[in-house]
């Protein structure tokens, strides 16, 4: 029963994100919260819109404020969007300025962790059951490495495993970024999905990635790890391992239905190499447990021979069995980190896996991260420099497979990397540099 024009003076002492929040509550609120009135004065105060005008026979200007401008000529809404679409292009300016230096060994921006604190980036998880009700889990620690950052999501009050359907991990943006306060939970923000995942018979779909004493681990691909209690079966924690190639506009320019759509890579032609396609490449490999690394390292000037491509795959030696002078110690025994509210742990002979693989022109080729695990080979090692056990790692995707052998030595407590091989799919290469191998 209050007056509308006491609602609006009430609500020309708002803020933006609270007006854009008082807005949703019904349709008069809508209304009265477009008032072109009110977002012309928030405008101004944020974008002082001027103009510069020269007078005839007279090298003197003079300014004028268009704080005045008609009202009435502009559709009710009209500064309110143009205030969103400056705040949002303001720091897309922002953010486009971090991310324009690369890194050399990488390919990649190298202040990615600026840039995604820069849009107050952050990511949740919905869980949506068979009846069609979601389950937001926003409470997420995050830590960030060379190449990229994992996001361990906690909670006393998971659904029940049994009438969940899909999990989707989104990036989320407040639509009004504010670089001095943290953003609200209450605020307006944007939705972007980033993967989608079918939780239907989990245990049996997925990868099995180990277990202590507490929970085992799940993989699925890409890049998802969820921890179920042993006992009762039930979700204890999620766990996504995310790229830092492309990862903003992932987690920001995809809608809150569909992903964002990579744009293909635009070959750049060359008839003078034959082997163009197949040299030159350069990998960046991360191998870590969250917070503790056991391998980072750079590798260049790796090639294929034509001898190497069969079954489909063009094979890149990383690490070679007969070169043990390339053979590359870990540091640590290797193992995942977990925590939630109440317990923490460590599951043995896993790790995070980022491969970053680098084309002749330095751009990233291939890119992935997510959990992998160790499994006891039985095979016994023929190496003489290495007794020990034989322990080998493997991922695949789409787009390759990368193998990993490793031996244990007892007598130091310590890994060692003696293979280390990369397989690229012909059809990727092909559709990459627009050739035919």
Known sequence: SMPSEMLLKIFSYLDAVSLLSVGCVNKLFYHLANDNGIWLKIYSSCFPPKRTISKKNSEQTETVSLGCAPLHDRKPGYWKKEYIFKQIAAVKTRVMRLVKPVDPYTGLPCKSKEAVKACNLSWII?????????????????????TSVTILWCSTNWPCLDILSTLKVFGVTPLLPDQSRAPSKNGPRRRSLIAEYHLANLTESSVAVGADKLVQLFSLNPGLLVGLWKEKNEIAFV?????????????????????????PNKPVLDDIDPEYG?????????????????LCGTFKSLFCRKGDIADGY??????????????????????????????????????????????????????????????????????YDYMGHIYTTHYADSEGKVCVELVW???????????????????KVNNWYGTNY
């Open 278 to 294: 197949l040299h030159d490449y350069s990998l960046h490999l991360d191998m870590h447990g969250r917070r503790c690394t056991y």
């Open 239 to 263: 766990m996504a391992s995310l790229h830092y190639h492309k990862l903003l506009e992932r987690s920001t320019l995809g809608s809150a239905t569909v992903q964002y759509a990579l744009p």
């Open 409 to 427: 030595l007892e007598e130091t407590k310590e890994y060692f990397i003696v293979n280390l091989v990369l397989y690229l799919s012909i059809q």
């Open 314 to 383: 063009l094979r890149l030696t990383v690490v070679s069995l007969k070169d043990n002078t390339k053979h590359l110690p870990l540091i640590g025994t290797l193992g995942l980190s977990w925590e939630t509210d109440v317990f923490k742990g460590n599951v043995k002979d896993c790790y995070i896996m980022d491969v970053t693989l680098l084309d002749e022109n330095g751009k990233p080729f291939w890119c992935f991260s997510a959990p992998v695990y160790m499994e006891l080979s039985s095979k016994a090692s023929s190496l």
């Open 126 to 146: 919905v869980l949506k059951d068979k009846t069609g009700r979601e389950h937001v889990v926003e409470k997420a620690n995050v830590s960030f490495k060379d």
